[in-house]
Nanobody, 121 residues
Framework: EVQLVESGGGLVQPGGSLRLSCAAS????????MNWVRQAPGKGLEWVSA????????YYANSVKGRFTISRDNAKNTLYLQLNSLETEDTAKYYC??????????????WGQGTQVTVSS
């Protein structure tokens, strides 16, 4: 059974930082590109970032480029997202998402339960 368990969210002031983690199990983690997506209150899902199987290539939405960093540890089956210079617009529930097919552009077939990030003074 595929499981994705996010953690690390919280309340932070504008300009602050957080590190999100996603523990994966039930599939060959190292064989899949992995993604972070988010959903702000009252809005649809927004793709945030993706990383290739070995971590050599990373991709970001324009809204987070230069502020967020995605990484992975295949030995630990864990995906990370470092969030720096947080803005109130980053307030959302953050999910890690497994693609149906490895690579960019695939739809997602599994999400975790999400971790809430709230940016507020």
């Amino acid at each position: 059974e595929v499981q994705l368990v996010e953690s690390g969210g919280g309340l932070v002031q504008p300009g602050g930082s957080l590190r999100l983690s996603c523990a994966a199990s039930g599939f060959t983690f190292s064989s899949y590109y992995m993604n972070w997506v988010r959903q702000a209150p009252g809005k649809g899902l927004e793709w945030v970032s993706a990383i290739s199987t070995r971590g050599g290539s990373t991709y970001y939405a324009n809204s987070v480029k230069g502020r967020f960093t995605i990484s992975r540890d295949n030995a630990k089956n864990t995906l990370y997202l470092q969030l720096n210079s947080l803005e109130t617009e980053d307030t959302a529930k953050y999910y890690c998402a497994k693609p149906l097919y490895s690579g960019l552009g695939s739809s997602f077939d599994y999400w975790g339960q999400g971790t809430q990030v709230t940016v507020s003074s």
